[in-house]
């Protein structure tokens, strides 16, 4: 009996003195596998920048690293504001309060590898805790100048998932008496804390984004949630159908902006128009709108792809057609003007459109971005709701025969005036546009596409109103899932907003040099466009510039201007999309072509 315990003991002492060089084909001494563990770790650490930007929360130790077997490492701290668990496995913070220092913490490391012991130092800033913010009304938080620490309390009636790129989320947190707020970007390590029915004290700055107001998590030391209670009773749904039915001048941006991030209900929502939606075996790929009347008030329901309550009525949204009348519930939304994120809908009848109501929609819904031309050129002769189109000129610069546009260049500039007829059986209604036919005196060497060039006269906020072919510079330029975008809470720029992986605008029969893009972001240039003429794809060059302006929510902007350069002038049809893969929109203030 002793003689196979002795037996079992050397066994186990091999096992461990020979472990670092267990891995067949590892032919690293153990002193070597150390070295590379150390500086992986150092790698991780120089990446997680916790010296740099300092920590607020507990976080994760390294215990082992991939590819290198057989080494042990341990960690210990010289300041209590980190400890080091039993399993050694989290950093433990304790933030200083916010009339101390910040904490300046040193962590040892200690790596093993049989007989080789080697330490390393670790630097960490424990961030200490903000000054407390009193609380105030949604009210108060919205009048406030953005960049203002604010803090509310309230219960957690949405959020979206969980954004595995960027690893944070968005949620929308109701005050217990009156308003609510939007959460943005907040952390991954605050999902649970911020889960639908906690109620919650959330301490952030204070943004708003196109109208909608906002806390955003940009800056550590003053980002905090509370959770006060979980799995609390949701607020009831407030019915705001007369308010938005009655809103002066039946205009929703002037519906009260106390219904944003709050429980909100529309009964006999009639709809007008649904936007195609791609849904994947089941699964909704990408946002999309619901237009309707509430009264005489257009509204907006948007069903987002990134809330699951609302994404999983996508196929429900898809089968309603104009003049369904529906009682949708969700949370109050806002994109310069109020919108609905539905968690509900139930159709409660129909109720057919007249033919002057159609026309009247489909005058209000036609797009038409033709601003200056220099070659003939096709008019749209449809509309929605089986809306026909037909056009006059009122000068000869511009000859209408059904849907061609015959264009006579003289030398100078001439400014016409084309009208648009919209008919369905007896009904009609018109609308004019102006259109410039360049003068042969003009020396145009690029061709430019910003929003006011391509989307002139367009103020809707979904992509499909953008959706189409225009007009610039003589050329035909076909948008996809492209929209106009006026961010003047942010870098105070007009812009083309690309829909994540999926705008596209195409130059048709275009001579090509030379293309320079210019876009900015909050976030690190990468391979966000692709670019494409014929059936080569081009290899852009990146310059980067700090704008030395930030967003409401506190976050820096850069400008990159993206270059490709050709060889030789290639003929052909230019594409740039935004690039699969890449998450979030793309914002473009100019594309030059040369």
Known sequence: MKKGKLLMAFA???????GCNKDKGDTRTPEQKVDAAIEAVRNDWKAGKYAEDGVIEDFALMT??????????????????????????????TR???????????????????KVSKDTKLGVMVLKKAAPVDETSVAEIQAAKDGTVVSMTGIVVGRSILDPKFDNFTAYVQHATEGGLYIYRA?????????????????????SYNGLVQIAASTKETWQV????????????????????????NDNSKVSTLFQSTLVQLTGFRVTSVEQATIVDGVLDGSFNVLGMVGNTETMIRVKDDISESAALASTFQGFTAGDVLTVKGVGDWYNEFQLVPFSVEKTGNEEFTDQEKVDMAKESFSFNTSSVTADFK?????????????????AAIAVNDENATVTRGEEDVVVTLTATFTLNDATATKTYEVTVVGTSSVETSTVLTRDSLFAGITETSYAAYNGDHVVNGYTVTTNQVMGQNNDKTANLDALQFQAEK???????ISVTKVTLITVSTFDYDNNFTFQIGNQTLTPTISTRDMGVTNAGGYAFNEYTVTVTLDTATLGDLV???????????????????
């Not at 200083?96 to 049989?114: G, I, K, R, W, Y």
């Not at 709701?385 to 006059?392: E, L, Q, R």
């Not at 999309?577 to 473009?588: D, I, N, P």
């Open 96 to 114: 200083p309060e916010h009339d101390q220092s910040d904490a300046l913490v040193t962590l040892t490391a200690n790596f093993v590898c049989e």
């Open 503 to 509: 705008g596209t605008i195409t130059v048709k029969n």
């Open 187 to 207: 952390p991954g390590s605050d999902y649970d804390k911020l889960a639908v029915g906690n109620q919650v004290k959330v301490t952030g700055t204070k943004g």
């Open 12 to 18: 186990a002492i091999a096992l461990v003195l020979t």
């Open 64 to 93: 082992s690293v991939d590819g290198i077997s057989g080494v042990t490492i341990t960690y210990t701290s010289d300041n209590a504001a980190v400890r080091i668990s039993e399993d050694n496995k989290t950093a433990i913070v």
């Open 576 to 594: 740039i999309s935004k690039t699969v893969g890449t998450k979030g929109a793309g914002y473009v203030p100019s594309i030059t072509i040369e």
């Open 226 to 249: 509370e959770v006060l209670a979980e799995n609390q009773t949701l607020p009831e749904y407030t019915d705001i159908t007369s308010a938005v039915s009655s809103v002066e001048g």
């Open 379 to 395: 008019l749209p002769v449809t509309a929605d709701h089986g809306v026909t189109v037909s056009w006059s000129s009122n000068n």
